[in-house]
């Protein structure tokens, strides 16, 4: 079948279809190559390594780090918050405020096996709490749910985390800005189960329903606003709709100037510096690397990209390794892999992406300073 029909078929861009076929992008996503089997009609195992079953050659992440099936019990017991049942004592909204602190520390810091760890129970607490406490209770739900989906986007199960994003809209109810933030990972987590178009159109209408008058907005409602727009460019991207992506973030950025580089709002690290990073990303996903890696090294000589979250400073590093993948410049990937090792271990080291894009560096690339060692810690070979 051509391109286009195949595109058409699993509902990505002829130029996401091309990519994959030239090798420049790669299938990191279970989901993604199980839809590609039920297209083309063939066995998964065709699409994965022969020398392995596909549990083997595919298996996620999140299986191998402990406590993920402790926060999958959890969303499935989701409507059971109930502590009359048990005697056990509500706890109260400033607890379950300092634990959803706490959560979301771990969360900037990528320190991703103890916060699977920590989930459930925040999770149980979160319900419990907003049993007793409706309005302040739903605030820390949404957020209890937000950092689930976030952390399991992360670790590869998107399935999984779609699951943490969807509760977090059911949660934020007729609250226009808890819902506006619930979005805002539901976007995400769309977007790791390979539905870009959904992802778009679940962000983009988010935005425009909360989009504040800039006058009389506050600086959150901007930055949930402008996070929501920056989601809809990269699934744009995605999808190869280049003019889509162009409209979005020129939106994303006069918010941004508004709201400017200074305190956090809502968990989103938005200002003029994220928007700069995601004109990267979305420059590489839709063909123009050379302006991608021109940004690049702008961005990143700015005193504001040195105050954003090692999490996403990292998770920046790894997308724009892929660029340099794109023009074969496997040194400079690995250079940057490196890079965001030390800023936060666990986003390379967990993060299947990152192991991707690692494997093809290392397998590929001349011996970078580092890249060996790092690889040889996660039990690549080449």
Same mark, same amino acid.
């Given at each position: 079948?051509? *391109?286009?029909?195949?595109?058409?078929?699993?509902?990505?861009?002829?130029?996401?279809?091309?990519?994959?076929?030239?090798?420049?992008?790669?299938?990191?996503?279970?989901?993604?190559?199980?839809?590609?089997?039920?297209?083309?009609?063939?066995?998964?195992?065709?699409?994965?390594?022969?020398?392995?079953?596909?549990?083997?050659?595919?298996? @996620?992440?999140?299986?191998?780090?402990?406590?993920?099936?402790?926060?999958?019990?959890?969303?499935?017991?989701?409507?059971?918050?109930?502590?009359?049942?048990?005697?056990?004592?509500?706890?109260?909204?400033?607890?379950?405020?300092?634990?959803?602190?706490?959560?979301?520390?771990?969360?900037?810091?990528?320190?991703?096996? *103890?916060?699977?760890?920590?989930?459930?129970?925040?999770?149980?607490?979160?319900?419990?709490?907003?049993?007793?406490?409706?309005?302040?209770?739903?605030?820390?739900?949404?957020?209890?749910?937000?950092?689930?989906?976030?952390?399991?986007?992360?670790?590869?199960?998107?399935?999984?985390?779609?699951?943490?994003?969807?509760?977090?809209?059911?949660?934020?109810?007729?609250?226009?800005?808890?819902?506006?933030?619930?979005?805002?990972?539901?976007?995400?987590?769309?977007?790791?189960?390979?539905?870009?178009?959904?992802?778009?159109?679940?962000?983009?209408?988010?935005?425009?329903?909360?989009?504040?008058?800039?006058?009389?907005?506050?600086?959150?409602?901007?930055?949930?606003?402008?996070?929501?727009?920056?989601?809809?460019?990269?699934?744009?991207? @995605?999808?190869?709709?280049?003019?889509?992506?162009?409209?979005?973030?020129? *939106?994303?950025?006069?918010?941004?100037?508004?709201?400017?580089?200074?305190?956090?709002?809502? *968990?989103?690290?938005?200002?003029?510096?994220?928007?700069?990073?995601?004109?990267?990303?979305?420059?590489?996903?839709? @063909?123009?690397?050379?302006?991608?890696?021109?940004?690049?090294?702008?961005?990143?000589?700015?005193?504001?990209?040195?105050?954003?979250?090692?999490?996403?400073?990292?998770?920046?590093?790894?997308?724009?390794?892929?660029?340099?993948?794109?023009?074969?410049?496997?040194?400079?990937?690995?250079?940057?892999?490196?890079?965001?090792?030390?800023?936060?271990?666990?986003?390379?080291?967990?993060?299947?992406?990152?192991?991707?894009?690692?494997?093809?560096?290392?397998?590929? @690339?001349?011996?970078?300073?580092?890249?060996?060692?790092?690889?040889?810690?996660?039990?690549?070979?080449?």
């Amino acid at each position: 079948m051509s *391109q286009q029909v195949f595109a058409d078929r699993l509902g990505k861009s002829k130029s996401w279809v091309d990519k994959v076929e030239r090798g420049v992008r790669a299938l990191d996503r279970f989901s993604v190559i199980e839809e590609i089997a039920d297209v083309l009609r063939i066995d998964l195992v065709v699409l994965l390594r022969r020398d392995a079953p596909p549990s083997a050659a595919m298996a @996620g992440v999140a299986d191998g780090v402990d406590g993920v099936d402790g926060v999958r019990a959890a969303l499935v017991r989701h409507d059971v918050f109930r502590s009359d049942v048990d005697g056990r004592p509500v706890p109260s909204p400033d607890e379950v405020a300092h634990g959803v602190g706490h959560a979301w520390l771990a969360y900037q810091h990528a320190r991703y096996p *103890q916060l699977v760890r920590m989930l459930p129970d925040l999770l149980d607490t979160a319900g419990r709490c907003h049993t007793r406490h409706p309005d302040e209770g739903a605030e820390l739900l949404v957020q209890a749910y937000r950092i689930s989906s976030s952390v399991l986007v992360k670790l590869g199960d998107a399935d999984l985390a779609w699951l943490a994003a969807d509760r977090a809209v059911a949660a934020a109810a007729d609250d226009p800005l808890r819902a506006a933030t619930a979005a805002v990972s539901l976007g995400q987590a769309l977007r790791a189960l390979g539905r870009e178009r959904l992802a778009m159109t679940a962000t983009v209408t988010a935005a425009h329903r909360i989009a504040p008058a800039p006058q009389k907005a506050s600086p959150g409602e901007l930055a949930v606003c402008g996070t929501l727009l920056l989601q809809g460019a990269l699934a744009a991207a @995605g999808c190869g709709d280049a003019p889509s992506v162009t409209e979005l973030v020129d *939106q994303a950025a006069d918010l941004a100037d508004l709201v400017g580089d200074g305190p956090e709002h809502h *968990q989103t690290s938005f200002g003029p510096t994220v928007v700069e990073l995601v004109r990267v990303v979305v420059a590489a996903e839709v @063909g123009d690397v050379g302006d991608a890696l021109r940004r690049h090294a702008a961005v990143t000589r700015r005193d504001a990209w040195r105050r954003l979250p090692a999490e996403h400073r990292a998770a920046y590093l790894v997308d724009t390794a892929r660029a340099y993948l794109e023009v074969g410049d496997l040194r400079g990937a690995g250079r940057l892999l490196v890079d965001a090792d030390r800023a936060a271990p666990a986003e390379v080291r967990c993060r299947p992406t990152a192991r991707t894009v690692l494997g093809e560096v290392y397998r590929d @690339g001349p011996d970078a300073p580092g890249v060996a060692r790092l690889a040889t810690a996660i039990g690549l070979t080449r």
